[in-house]
């Protein structure tokens, strides 16, 4: 049973039911049967088909399937479907139609190689007996300070209850607070982690900035794995590992697909001009990606690279390198990634002023125990740190950042009773996802894209 | 490294990196170390212990570390800890301070086994060739009706954009839509079947009712496979196959977590009066579950059982049998598990009245393919159905019932363009958990439990 593809000569049926995009070739043989039965055969109709499979005579096949009875399940007006082929629908187009998009070649491979990567991440921290779990996606908390969030509520709109100042009374409210979409489980990560040691989550995490690009989704999912005893090192090390173990178990378990999909972005490609072509094809980047070590660079050396560039003596930056303290943009990021090393970068040590309050503080007064993960094409794809586990240092750089202490208390709990060197980081499982696929807009790798003005199906 | 969980005789210290419940023992000799250093052995302080593993003179263990060196990472003051082992503390204690509770045995074996179920379900899946699919948490479609649902929102209560009419203008909200946090990703797991064959979800779901019970959470996970190509018995043998085998993965995986639990729970109900106590031990019902065939009845054969039983005969139930077209309650269900039949039970063809629009109708006219799993302690733990495949009877039954057929275009469309029979089932996970540990309360097998009024950590 499955779909039709195409049925050439009245003949020959290229029938997939989704698990590959290698069609099984049924052949009806001429005049066995109704012209009424044959003209329902039409692209994305479905079929139950009972025959002898055979070798294939023809080429693109091992087998073929001799159809003796063809029953058709469910009709498709090949004048209506909304994929026409002979219109090469464009992936913007795909986009609005992404309940049928899976139908296709390129989105079976995407969400088949998705499905792969998302696999390989429980195995590889289940085989490490981490501690996989599912931290809250409603929270009371906004102290992170991650992004715009988004309100969850059963307040009425029209009459919301209201504080005698006026202002809504959100202990009305469903959980009897203000509550919003999680924009990242690790504070709560942090607490399982210092009870279970090695722990991690894969869950849904939300931004509600108005940020319509195609590296940006308002709901995308995250992992973040957070270790008891780990340090900076420790923390690179895992996240290497990790990044090569999930991409080494697609190269073996999705081939096909991989390889399909660096056919369709080297036909992308071919559309650019010479100098904004990959130097590499996809498999050769995947290959590279596991064949070399990242390299590793402090903040400090980053800025001195970037400085001394003939790229910034040249303003080439749109942003120029002001100098030591100055955050890094995506341009930086990707001339360090594609430009210099070419291969993945970690940064790490980054300046304490532009880091969140929980990254550890080193010792020089200046910069936190920080590290992003920079990959070619993509950009930041992990970011992390050791995490300050000094109660003292912690609860002055809390109230240096505005961050409010006392509604923190459970997370500073972990510092006050048996605390522990720890550490942690978060991979944008789309942005990997991309990196894998070579999809180039993150809309494509998830299938139902929430962005601002969007959340059909 | 790891935590105090006792120290005895300025001795022997039980220590856990929370792995599992078997601490390390520590032996510190007599006069070896400062006291000063052994003052500050407490319970939950961390340490970093070096030392010689040792065959063990002591029971209880196999090993002891002899320790050359104790250096405390954490300290942890002993009159200042929340969990005081010596006051018992209650399940609903360790409640309130659920970010500290998986540092006790109860709750490090619950979310360990937590984990290896979920690692489970992966797995199966994974093995047998599905697609994991990420269906969207923020949804504009509240067409399910399975619930009361949570909006999602970044419009201002205190000055919200109207229309002319007065209504809230929720076009200029954030995706330009009303929008809410999902009930079920069936619907877009339906889209996705429709596409690759087997897929299936595992993600949050959100219901925002006032159910203040040991069952219901406003936030859980559910697993929700969906199968082009079943029938309503390939549905029931897929469930089945699926609940044994995630339950035998942590019988092999995690016996020792799951031993501990069976004598937590044997504890528990020697505090009940003797008629109600489980017959069965925990690992005793998990035995029995995998060793005995799932009892099918319908609907309407339950009905009779129901209305012929002595319960009902003496008026024991709350709800009586009224006859057939009645919804079963808890207690009903409740009965013929756990009394009549003494196993998990399958009940399948339900009247269409009681059911969901996107059942298949039977020829009958009267019921719908639909097919829930009862177990034992816990009510209901499956709700699953084959799926109305045909175009004109689904829209009609819509119609009946007052579905938006317009705003579904995307979900009809997969009937119009090669339409398949197929199947699928919904699975709540922390009922899975809840089984599978014997923990009563469903907020105790969630690490940060959502319900009404509390949205803490």
Redesign the interface.
């Known amino acids: 049973?499955?779909?039709?593809r195409t049925f050439r000569n009245n003949q020959f049926i290229a029938l997939n039911?989704?698990?590959t995009n290698n069609n099984l070739q049924v052949v009806v043989a001429l005049g066995k049967f109704e012209d009424d039965l044959l003209k329902r055969i039409t692209t994305?109709?479905?079929l139950k088909v009972t025959g002898n499979l055979v070798a294939s005579l023809g080429k693109g096949q091992n087998l073929d399937l001799n159809a003796t009875s063809v029953e058709v399940?469910?009709?498709?007006?090949a004048e209506?479907?909304?994929i026409q082929l002979r219109n090469r629908p464009t992936l913007e187009y795909l986009r609005e139609i992404a309940?049928?998009r899976?139908?296709t070649n390129t989105f079976?491979s995407v969400?088949?190689v998705?499905?792969a990567l998302?696999?390989a991440v429980?195995?590889f921290y289940?085989d490490k007996?981490f501690?996989?779990?599912?931290?809250?996606?409603?929270?009371?908390?906004d102290a992170e300070g991650a992004g715009?969030m988004?309100?969850?509520?059963?307040?009425p709109?029209?009459n919301?209850p209201k504080n005698e100042d006026g202002s809504?009374n959100f202990k009305e409210d469903?959980?009897?607070?203000a509550?919003n979409?999680t924009v990242s489980g690790q504070l709560?990560g942090e607490?399982?982690a210092t009870?279970?040691?090695?722990i991690y989550t894969f869950?849904?995490t939300?931004r509600?900035e108005?940020s319509n690009t195609p590296r940006h989704l308002?709901?995308f999912?995250m992992i973040e794995p957070e270790m008891?005893?780990y340090d900076l090192e420790d923390n690179m090390n895992l996240a290497e590992e990790f990044i090569k173990y999930i991409i080494k178990h697609v190269m073996e378990n999705n081939r096909e697909d991989l390889e399909f999909l660096a056919q369709r972005l080297a036909d992308e490609e071919q559309q650019l001009p010479q100098d904004k072509r990959s130097e590499m094809g996809l498999m050769e980047k995947l290959e590279f990606v596991l064949n070399n070590n990242f390299e590793r660079i402090t903040y400090t050396e980053a800025i001195d690279i970037l400085r001394e560039s003939n790229h910034n003596k040249k303003k080439k930056f749109q942003f120029p390198i002001t100098g030591w303290g100055m955050d890094l943009q995506s341009e930086h990021e990707r001339y360090l990634v594609e430009k210099h090393f070419k291969k993945p970068v970690i940064l790490s040590n980054y300046p304490k002023e532009i880091k969140s309050f929980y990254m550890r503080q080193n010792d020089d007064g200046k910069t936190v125990a920080a590290m992003d993960i920079l990959a070619p094409g993509i950009g930041e794809i992990v970011g992390g740190s050791q995490r300050e586990?000094r109660q003292e240092k912690l609860e002055k750089r809390m109230k240096e950042m505005n961050i409010p202490v006392e509604e923190m208390w459970?997370?500073l709990?972990?510092?006050?009773?048996?605390?522990?060197?720890h550490a942690g980081f978060g991979l944008g499982f789309e942005r990997m996802v991309q990196f894998v696929t070579g999809m180039s807009n993150i809309r494509d790798v998830?299938?139902?894209p929430?962005t601002?003005?969007?959340?059909?199906?």
Chains 1, 2 share one sequence.
Not at 131 to 141: L, W
Not at 150 to 155: E, G, H, K, P, S
Not at 452 to 457: I, L, R, S, T, V
Request: with cysteine.
């Open positions: 049973m499955g779909w039709v039911d989704g698990s994305s109709s479905s399940l469910g009709d498709c007006d209506k479907y909304p309940h049928l899976f139908r079976g969400f088949r998705r499905h998302a696999f429980h195995k289940n007996g501690v996989y779990m599912h931290t809250p996606i409603v929270t009371g908390s715009e988004f309100r969850v509520t059963t307040l709109f029209d919301p809504i469903f959980f009897g607070r509550t979409l709560e607490l399982a009870a279970f040691g090695e869950g849904p939300f509600a108005n308002a709901e999912w008891a005893f586990e459970w997370y709990d972990t510092r006050r009773y048996g605390t522990v060197p998830i299938a139902f929430r601002p003005g969007n959340a059909e199906f």
